[in-house]
């Protein structure tokens, strides 16, 4: 910076309480209190509290003589703003960058509201001077997010999709500003800047805490969102016996006699009307069984059929003087002679 944030020593930032800072050191200081605690790697603790409430007095005091000096109107052009005043249309997003800082649980919902209103407020201020195309968040957002949660619909696929591509661009857009403005730094910190490189080492801060602002906003609702879900829960949960104001039911008996049969039926579509003996006594009474009729044969008299079968069989075969029967039963009495019975049997080693 002209009056760089980086130039300032840790000797100044102890300054004492009492002591009357200038406007440019004000925020210069508080500046360089917020890029410590984003750079630092140290556990939060009491001297990071310490620090955090230190830059936020060092700001909000810068805040309100701005205010008072009125150097910013709505009715002027970005161009007609001077170099040496540009810088402290930072004043607001470093405020809500401060306040986020804060980790209390107790006030936590303030805090958020705050930082908001902060944030709100620089961009708000960026639009008016044109500073560059954004769209401003709805200034009413935490406070009714929780309202119309409930009946609103889940979200379109083509918002969700605006919505990415939007953080894309965005996220594109603040990588190339921290590159030129890395640059720009360095030409500044060098005091070899001249009043134009200042002015847009300003104006490329200013365009990337829109940037930042606008991440910062998105995440401070989705946190509402949920702080105030947890505050609803724990009072629906500290009034249980609200709730339940239904009178009891009267307690009541189901007996196993006619009432039950018509309420509950007897399960099945009717009940029978006769026993299987019946059945079966009344359907051969009528001849219509499948096996009546039929004579049932004993198994042994079977086997003797079947063997009659096959002698009167063989008789007729010689009778006739059928040469294939007859050269048949020649070449089993040859075989017969010859083998003695039980020939060939392998198992019994004979």
């Not at 150097?71 to 470093?94: C, G, H, I, M, W």
């Not at 049969?261 to 019946?278: E, H, I, K, N, Q």
């Not at 499948?290 to 198994?299: A, I, M, T």
Request: hydrophobic letters at 35%; proline letters at 5%.
């Amino acid at each position: 910076m002209a009056d760089s944030a980086s130039s300032i020593t840790p000797g100044q930032l102890a300054a004492p309480e009492g002591e009357q800072l200038k406007l440019s050191e004000l925020l210069d200081r508080g500046w360089k209190i917020l890029e410590e605690l984003d750079n630092s790697t140290e556990p939060f603790g009491p001297e990071t509290i310490r620090r955090v409430q230190r830059g936020v007095s060092l700001l909000e005091q810068a805040a309100g003589m701005v205010a008072q000096l009125e150097l910013f109107s709505r009715n002027e052009e970005l161009e007609e703003v001077s170099t040496a005043d540009l810088k402290y249309l930072l004043l607001p997003a470093l405020l809500g960058a401060l306040r986020l800082k804060h980790s209390g649980q107790h006030q936590r919902l303030e805090t958020l509201r705050a930082a908001r209103l902060c944030f709100m407020d620089f961009l708000k201020k960026c639009q008016d001077y044109n500073v560059c195309q954004f769209q401003l968040p709805s200034a009413d957002t935490p406070f009714i997010i929780h309202e119309c949660s409930s009946s609103a619909g889940p979200p379109s696929l083509v918002a969700m999709a605006a919505k990415r591509q939007s953080k894309i661009e965005r996220y594109r857009q603040r990588k190339e500003l921290e590159a030129r403005l890395s640059e720009v730094r360095r030409l500044v910190e060098s005091g070899q800047a001249d009043d134009e490189a200042s002015r847009e080492f300003y104006l490329l801060n200013i365009q990337r805490w829109v940037g930042v602002s606008l991440e910062e906003m998105e995440s401070i609702d989705q946190e509402l969102e949920i702080l105030q879900n947890m505050d609803a829960l724990k009072q629906s949960s500290a009034h249980p016996a609200a709730q339940s104001s239904r009178r009891p039911m009267k307690p009541f008996v189901l007996t196993r006699d006619a009432v039950q049969a018509r309420v509950l039926g007897a399960g099945y579509p009717s009940l029978p009307t006769m026993t299987v003996d019946d059945w079966y006594e009344q359907h051969r009474r009528q001849g219509a069984l499948p096996d009546q009729g039929v004579p049932r044969r004993v198994p042994g008299e079977e086997d003797v059929d079947a063997q009659e079968r096959d002698e009167e069989e063989k008789e007729k075969q010689a009778e006739n003087d059928d040469p294939a029967a007859l050269l048949k039963a020649r070449n089993w009495d040859e075989w017969k002679d010859e083998h003695r019975r039980g020939y060939g049997n392998r198992q019994n080693m004979g």
